[in-house]
């Protein structure tokens, strides 16, 4: 049930919000999670899940306050995401708390997944701890923090971001011999940034074909995302860049299952992991059981495509540039790969009246260097 709260209690949430986006890029597939530990009206701990396999956001924060020389008896602690009740990585969370004497719990969000979802409420209540969960902005900002996590324990799939740069007259793709890129600097670094905080990023066997990238998040010590080509055919070239830099990130190449047996054999002796899937639902799904939660859709159209009309897509991240194109007749775009064919490579099933229109459920608008930056979301879970 959820609580009214007060403005120091909201106040104190969103402090554990900011936290809790501490965590971004290096915890997945858990959650982000912070904390924030309150006595008195003071603040005595705050903590948050900072590395996969670290200790919990309310762990690190009850450690905090020990640091501090505070006691947390009869405290209460701000947490934005519901306390686990299960053994994982680390030990329960609700173990913690009720050792720690925490007297009151406010959490701005469940946990939807299977060996939590009401868990860990239930437990502090019944050790006698006052428990309420957040309704309002707080609670939404925390539910939109986690959609990855959300996502993946609801469905097994990851949640899926399409990245789109464009002109001013809506082509996303340059003509041969012109300069690859339509956003300007600040944009690009943005989008290593996306990189680093994603489980993996994909594109078509187009694009990979047309522009031979790296797929690498360059930031200095950022944590690799798993590069995913939708190749049905096994046409992923050996000398190609992606599979000459095994050491900087996996390769995972998904094929038709009827693709040539030689070209699979020969993408496995190169060091790529090749996953067979007769569709780009169940290609999601073993990417889900891979734990990856977050998948970063770069290119190109037809595989954007694909996955439109398959209503795959969460949100959009879309950068309009401050420039004219022009139609380039009989051009190749450098970003789609070949238009007759869907992401695995095979000719795309078209409807009578085309994919259907998805309007955003909430979308914001933001300048980066000279570029507009449209971030819309289709789907909350």
Not at 92 to 118: F, H, M, N, Q, T
Not at 132 to 142: F, K, M, V
Not at 171 to 187: F, M, R
Request: proline content about 7%.
């Amino acid at each position: 049930m959820n609580s009214q709260l007060t403005a120091m209690d909201e106040e104190h949430l969103r402090r554990a919000l900011e936290l809790a986006e501490r965590g971004r890029g290096r915890v997945s597939p858990n959650p982000l999670v912070g904390a924030v530990v309150v006595r008195d009206g003071s603040v005595i701990g705050e903590g948050f899940h900072a590395e996969l396999g670290g200790l919990h956001a309310e762990r690190s924060a009850l450690e905090d306050c020990r640091r501090r020389g505070g006691n947390p008896a009869g405290a209460t602690m701000y947490v934005t995401l519901e306390p686990c009740a299960h053994q994982g990585r680390q030990p329960p969370c609700v173990e913690a708390i009720l050792e720690a004497g925490i007297g009151r719990v406010v959490i701005a969000s469940e946990d939807p997944s299977e060996k939590a979802a009401g868990r860990g409420p239930e437990i502090l209540r019944n050790g006698g701890v006052e428990v309420a969960i957040a309704s309002g902005a707080e609670a939404t900002a925390a539910r939109r923090l986690n959609q990855p996590f959300r996502k993946h324990s609801r469905t097994g799939m990851p949640l899926v971001i399409l990245k789109v740069a464009m002109s001013l007259d809506g082509q996303t793709a340059t003509a041969p011999g012109d300069s690859p890129w339509i956003s300007g600097p600040e944009s690009q670094e943005l989008v290593h940034k996306w990189r680093a905080e994603s489980d993996a990023i994909a594109i078509g066997i187009g694009t990979a074909l047309a522009d031979d990238p790296l797929l690498t998040a360059r930031i200095e010590g950022a944590r690799q995302p798993v590069r995913v080509i939708f190749d049905s055919q096994a046409r992923l070239p050996l000398e190609s860049q992606l599979l000459q830099t095994l050491d900087q990130a996996p390769v995972l190449v998904t094929t038709a299952p009827d693709a040539p047996a030689d070209r699979l054999g020969a993408l496995k002796a190169a060091g790529a992991e090749v996953l067979l899937a007769a569709n780009l639902e169940s290609a999601l799904q073993e990417l889900g059981r891979r734990d990856l939660t977050s998948l970063f859709l770069e290119g190109g159209q037809t595989l954007a495509s694909a996955f439109l009309t398959s209503n795959l897509i969460d949100e959009s991240r879309t950068f309009i540039a401050p420039m004219l194109l022009g139609r380039q007749p009989n051009s190749v775009p450098r970003v789609g790969g070949d238009d007759r064919e869907d992401s695995a490579g095979r000719r795309s099933p078209r409807s009578e009246t085309g994919p259907a229109r998805q309007t955003a459920q909430w979308s914001s608008t933001k300048t980066i260097g000279p570029d507009t930056l449209i971030t819309a979301t289709y789907k909350e879970w």
